[in-house]
C-alpha cells in the first residue's frame, strides 16, 4: 500500500519551478521571455501557498493565491505596455539596451 | 480529491509533475519566444492539474482562465505586436554575468532544497477538512471566506486592477498632443 502524498514533494517540485524560472530571468535577454520566467516564479509560490493551505486544512492559502494572481495581471497589462512604448521608443526589446536613465 | 486511489493519485501526481517541470525547462530554452510562451501554458496547465490534486478546484479553473487563458494570450498578442528578431537572445557577450548567474541560482536552489528537506509542518490545522470542502463546495467556500473575512482586501485589490488598467492604457496610447 502506497502513503499519501507527502507535502515535500509538492514543495521540491516548486523549488525546482522557482529555480527554472530563476535561470530564465538572469539568462535570457529578451524582456518579454524574463517576464513569462517571473510569471513561472509567481506560480512555484502559488503551489507552495496551495500545498500549504491543503495539509494545514485552511483556506487562506486559496485566498493569498486569488491575490497574487489579481497581481500578476496587473503586473501583465502593465508591464507589456511598457514593452510596447519601449519598442516604440528603441525599436527593440533586448534588455541590455535598456540604458535610458543613465543620462 | 476525494474518491480516487491512493496509486492513481501517485500516477496523475508524477505525471503532472514532470511535466510541469519538462515543459518549464523546455520554455526557458526555447529560442522563439512564441515557443516559450506555448510551453509556459503546458506548465499551467500541469499546475492546474496539481491544484486539482490537492483540492483546490476554485484555483485550478482561475489558474487555467486567469494565467493560460488571459495573461498568456497578453503575452503572445505583445510578441507578434512587436516583431521580435530571433538572434541575440542569449547574452553571448557576456558568458561571465552567465556563469555568475548559474551559481548564485544553483546556490539559491540549494538553499531552497535545505529548507524542503529539513521542513517540518507546523502550525494550527482549520476546519476546512478534503471531506468538509467536498461537502460545502470549495468554490462556496472560498466565496463565503473572500467577502466575509477578507472583504477589505478584495476592495484594495479591486483598486490595483483598476490603477493597472488606468496605466496600461496611458502608458500605451500614442501621444500626439
Known amino acids: 500500500m502506497l502513503p499519501e502524498i507527502p507535502q515535500n514533494l509538492y514543495y521540491?517540485?516548486?523549488?525546482?519551478?522557482?529555480?527554472v524560472g530563476a535561470v530564465g530571468v538572469i539568462t535570457r535577454r529578451n524582456a518579454i521571455v524574463i517576464f513569462m520566467c517571473i510569471e513561472l516564479m509567481l506560480n512555484a509560490v502559488n503551489l507552495s501557498f496551495i500545498t500549504s493551505g491543503n495539509f494545514l486544512n485552511s483556506l487562506d492559502g486559496t485566498i493569498f493565491v486569488i491575490f497574487i494572481m489579481a497581481v500578476?495581471?496587473?503586473?501583465?497589462?502593465?508591464?507589456?505596455g511598457i514593452f510596447v512604448l519601449i519598442f516604440r521608443l528603441k525599436g527593440t526589446v533586448h534588455v541590455d539596451e535598456f540604458n535610458l536613465l543613465k543620462g | 480529491m476525494i474518491g480516487i486511489g491512493i496509486g492513481f493519485k501517485w500516477f496523475i501526481f508524477i505525471v503532472a509533475a514532470l511535466m510541469a517541470t519538462g515543459s518549464s525547462l523546455m520554455m526557458v530554452t526555447r529560442k522563439n519566444p512564441?515557443?516559450?510562451?506555448?510551453?509556459?501554458?503546458?506548465?499551467?496547465f500541469s499546475v492546474a492539474i496539481l491544484?486539482?490534486?490537492?483540492?483546490?478546484?476554485?484555483?485550478?479553473?482561475a489558474q487555467v482562465m486567469v494565467y493560460a487563458g488571459a495573461i498568456m494570450m497578453l503575452v503572445l498578442f505583445v510578441i507578434m505586436l512587436i516583431h521580435l528578431e530571433w538572434g541575440a537572445q542569449w547574452a553571448s557577450s557576456r558568458s561571465f554575468a552567465r556563469l555568475i548567474g548559474g551559481i548564485i541560482t544553483v546556490m539559491?536552489?540549494?538553499q531552497v532544497m535545505a529548507?524542503?528537506?529539513?521542513?517540518?509542518?507546523?502550525g494550527q490545522k482549520g476546519i476546512y477538512t478534503a471531506a468538509k470542502l467536498a461537502e460545502l463546495g470549495n468554490t462556496r467556500a472560498?466565496?463565503?471566506?473572500?467577502?466575509?473575512?477578507y472583504a477589505f482586501v478584495f476592495e484594495v485589490a479591486s483598486i490595483l486592477?483598476?490603477?493597472?488598467?488606468?496605466?496600461?492604457v496611458l502608458l500605451a496610447r500614442k501621444r500626439n498632443d
Open chain 1, 12 to 19: 521540491l517540485l516548486s523549488a525546482v519551478l522557482f529555480t
Open chain 1, 72 to 80: 500578476a495581471a496587473a503586473e501583465a497589462a502593465v508591464g507589456l
Open chain 2, 34 to 44: 512564441i515557443h516559450s510562451a506555448l510551453w509556459l501554458i503546458v506548465t499551467f
Open chain 2, 51 to 61: 491544484y486539482v490534486l490537492l483540492n483546490a478546484t476554485f484555483i485550478a479553473v
Open chain 2, 108 to 110: 539559491l536552489f540549494l
Open chain 2, 115 to 122: 529548507g524542503v528537506y529539513t521542513y517540518t509542518s507546523v
Open chain 2, 142 to 149: 472560498v466565496g463565503t471566506l473572500l467577502y466575509g473575512k
Open chain 2, 161 to 168: 486592477l483598476l490603477v493597472g488598467i488606468v496605466g496600461a
